[in-house]
């Protein structure tokens, strides 16, 4: 092999890979290189190596790209939560911008991509309204709480993220000191023993209602009641509650919440549309962006108020919502029960009747409910998992034949298949449009526009 582990290499970056990474070569073999950017020289040692590619860790920056910047975060290099802090913000929009158009040309094989140019953020800094922050010890035995380091369960102790709503500093603080006082244990992933796993937080960005839950390894947090006097005291506290996850996995919610004080939930807004947020919710982390991506799946939708809309992969009916001020019905699908409640009683607090949620999976239920009942739909929007859709609901798509597919993707990769697998089958790929939803790091979102072939609109 050319190269071996532990080898020194000097190269140059020429690129940016899917997660962020620096992408150079050593005499044609590609390395991949952490917080490494196109245009600087750097020294790295080799770490892995397979047969036709390989990783390195950077040991020097020999010369500077000049889109590299010093990051706000003095960790930035160390945690996993932010890949790309390093890059000037305009670059990351940049990349992001040709990650989109570079998957549909590639894997989808569009070779007229209508793209638009990029929604960035006018501040890319504290946009995060949830965070989960893994509980443990160092070597030392000092109680660490942060984010994994990239790759590994190695916790990076936080006592500052730039990236987190502000009021999480003070949140992390309190626990802290509790922890300390009460020597309270916390989850050993080895032993399997301990209590706290982790510590989830959601501040609403519009309301300022906080909640904590704390995640724990058993049925009680000893001395509970002093930790739930202290938080309740910070202003805009709304919901404490714990949540019960005592499994062997690497999933950080259990299923039962137990309510320590206030409310089950906390409320927040996106646009005009009010929200009910659990501990077990999914809801956008980041709602400033979140108001751009939803007005844009409207404005490509573009409803009149006759039109029927299925929302696949709803939630807790986000986007439904949305589309329900100017559609005549939209019917929501979501596998997760807990979803579904979530999404009617939220049609309820804005008092939205033309809103129906059904409990499944998509393919299933989409199928099912137009066969048996023969419910069209003029508007199809898709919000799926990183996997992308099924291809059996892309086939009940392509039977349903709806005017238009609105599509929202977290992955441009599966994207792209999806949009290849839709275009072959009679669609016409109309509108593109890149998201920054995630600002600092390698993932962006994208909205997609379709429509059947030959349709005109109205």
Not at 16 to 32: A, H, N, P, R, V
Not at 68 to 89: E, F, N, Q, W
Not at 127 to 142: L, M, T
Not at 365 to 372: F, G, N, Q, R
């Amino acid at each position: 092999m050319l190269i071996n582990k532990n080898d020194e290499l000097i190269i140059e970056i020429e690129d940016i890979g899917s997660d962020g990474e620096g992408i150079g070569k050593y005499q044609g073999y590609t390395l991949f290189v952490k917080n490494a950017l196109p245009g600087d020289k750097v020294r790295v040692k080799a770490m892995k190596c397979k047969k036709n590619y390989g990783y390195a860790r950077l040991v020097e920056v020999m010369e500077v790209s000049p889109h590299r910047v010093t990051p706000k975060c003095k960790i930035a290099d160390k945690c996993g939560g932010c890949s790309l802090m390093h890059l000037s913000y305009e670059r990351q929009l940049l990349y992001k911008q040709n990650k989109v158009k570079n998957c549909l040309e590639r894997i989808g094989g569009f070779t007229e991509v209508p793209l638009e140019p990029i929604i960035g953020m006018e501040e890319p800094y504290y946009y995060r309204n949830k965070a989960q922050f893994p509980v443990g010890k160092n070597k030392d035995g000092k109680v660490v709480i942060g984010f994994y380091a990239g790759g590994t369960h190695s916790i990076i102790d936080t006592g500052h993220c730039f990236i987190q709503a502000k009021g999480n500093d003070n949140l992390i603080k309190i626990i802290r000191l509790f922890i300390e006082k009460y020597d309270i244990s916390v989850y050993e992933e080895e032993k399997q023993k301990g209590v706290i796993r982790h510590i989830l937080t959601r501040i609403g960005y519009v309301t300022g209602e906080i909640m904590v839950c704390i995640v724990i390894n058993g049925n009680e947090l000893p001395h509970q009641d002093k930790l739930v006097q202290q938080l309740k005291e910070i202003p805009g506290m709304t919901s404490i509650s714990l949540n019960i996850n005592k499994a062997n996995t690497n999933v950080i919610l259990g299923d039962k919440v137990i309510n320590l004080w206030g409310q089950p939930f906390i409320t927040d807004y996106i646009g005009e549309i009010k929200y009910q947020i659990s501990p077990l919710s999914f809801y956008q982390v980041n709602p400033q962006q979140t108001k751009l991506l939803y007005e844009t799946a409207l404005e490509f939708a573009d409803l009149h108020g006759d039109e029927t809309v299925w929302d696949l992969y709803c939630g807790i009916g986000t986007i439904s919502l949305f589309l329900a001020c100017k559609a005549k019905m939209v019917y929501g699908v979501e596998i997760i029960p807990q979803a579904i409640e979530d999404a009617r009683r939220n049609a309820e607090i804005n008092q939205i009747t033309n809103a129906e949620f059904f409990v499944g999976a998509a393919e299933d239920i989409l199928p099912e409910k137009y066969k048996e009942n023969n419910i069209y739909a003029e508007v199809i929007v898709v919000d799926p998992p990183r996997k992308g859709c099924e291809e059996s609901l892309l086939d009940t798509i392509v039977t349903m034949a709806p005017k238009k597919v609105v599509y929202v993707s977290c992955d441009p990769a599966t994207l792209a298949r999806d949009l290849r697998y839709l275009c072959d089958r009679g669609y016409e790929l109309m509108k593109v449009q890149a998201v920054d939803q995630f600002a600092h790091t390698g993932h962006v979102e994208a909205i997609i526009l379709m429509t059947r072939s030959g349709y005109k609109g109205k």
